[in-house]
């Protein structure tokens, strides 16, 4: 298989490099996931922030487990969203 896939390349690897380059998704879709991507990452450390503030005893714990709650929500729409657009891709 090795041999014809080497001898036989353009015949049938470079059409399927064609095909799945037409397969990615559009600048639009893909700007979205890497904003989704960057909103998760921001997320995240809003979350170990707020770790550390009521570990040094800057913040109560009420208020965060408040900010953390909503915090969690928000981070978990995002993923979903995210998920999201890269399923409707195939990815």
């Not at 997320?43 to 714990?61: A, F, M, N, W």
């Amino acid at each position: 298989m090795w041999n014809r896939l080497i001898s036989n390349y353009a015949e049938i690897l470079t059409p399927l490099l064609d095909t799945l380059k037409k397969l990615r998704m559009d600048v639009q879709q893909e700007q979205e996931i890497g904003e989704y991507s960057n909103k998760i990452m921001e997320q995240t450390e809003q979350g170990h922030i707020l770790s550390r503030l009521v570990s040094k005893g800057y913040i109560d714990p009420a208020v965060f487990i408040e900010r953390q709650n909503a915090l969690t929500i928000e981070l978990a729409a995002s993923k979903k969203k995210r998920s999201q657009l890269l399923d409707s891709n195939g990815f």
